[in-house]
């Protein structure tokens, strides 16, 4: 299935900035987030297909799934 991944901020450097990307059906959103090596803290905003959603949410086909990193500042 193929799933378009849309990365934002600290998360494009040395990545990207949008892909479709191809997955198992049934692969969850942790799934994709270890595939990406995304290791150690959890984005602080996950939107799949505009919507916020948990790791342990399933991928479907067509689906777009945004990842932002938690930001701080003053």
Known sequence: MQITVKLFASYRVGRFK???????????????LQTLNFIGKPPGIVLLNGIPAT?????????????FPLVSGG
Request: with cysteine; hydrophobic share 45%; glycine share 8%.
């Open 55 to 67: 790791p342990d949410t399933e991928l479907h086909d067509g689906d777009t799934l945004a990842l």
């Open 18 to 32: 949008e892909a479709v990307l191809e997955f198992a059906v049934g692969t969850s959103i942790d799934c994709l």
